[in-house]
């Protein structure tokens, strides 16, 4: 069995993945090797809830290839598609960017928000808070105007639309934190917290943090790089 977290990416995009990658590497600080993989059936972004279902096959069929060789998984997709049925199916910790990231948000009864590009993505958003019993804490979901390729496809418009939407979050709403809701939004994540004194809530970061804590409690090894 090799010593790494498994990042599993629903989205076919291999950039994407190596962004995720990248971003997880310097969230988990020596403390634990992370791996890819890259779902090859879906889209290169997911964008709507059939899209969303349709990755959770592939979510299942990565992790339980790998679970006899990583001590984690980490579903790297913000609607945590077939993050409960591998749970289900595998015995060592799983996580997914939005469970991690919600609850990291609302530590300590904290209100937050969510600010993300993908409109038709929201119910199921909601639907992960009302499963994780943090409904009462979702101040709401503020989503950029343009289309979500074409945003991810420009960094500067990116930056500058979801900079528009976590204000909107936090002055509108009365957000206390602000989660930014997307795997492909990793490298927009990271940088927005500079811009804010509320505090901006990165799902893979959340994530690794969370894998890393589920399997220190699970009794088992700790995770060191290979």
Known sequence: MSDHILLINPNSSAATSAMMLSIAREAAAG????????????PSMIVTEAELAAAAEDVIEIG?????????????????????ELRR??????????EASMLEASTGGRRFGIATTTP????????????LGLSDQLTGI????SDPFSLTGNHDRLILALSKTVCACIELDGAQAVIIGGGPLGQAADQLQAAFVTPIIAPIPCAIRRAIALGRATGKPRIVPV
């Open 31 to 42: 403390s634990t090797a992370v791996a890819v993989a890259t779902a090859v059936r879906a």
């Open 64 to 84: 339980t290839a790998h679970r006899s060789d990583c001590k984690g998984i980490v579903v790297s997709a913000f609607g945590d598609p077939g993050l409960e």
């Open 89 to 98: 199916r595998v015995d060592i910790p799983v996580t997914g960017l939005c």
């Open 120 to 131: 038709l993505l929201i119910d199921a958003m909601v639907r992960r808070a009302e499963g």
């Open 142 to 145: 503020r989503c950029t105007d």
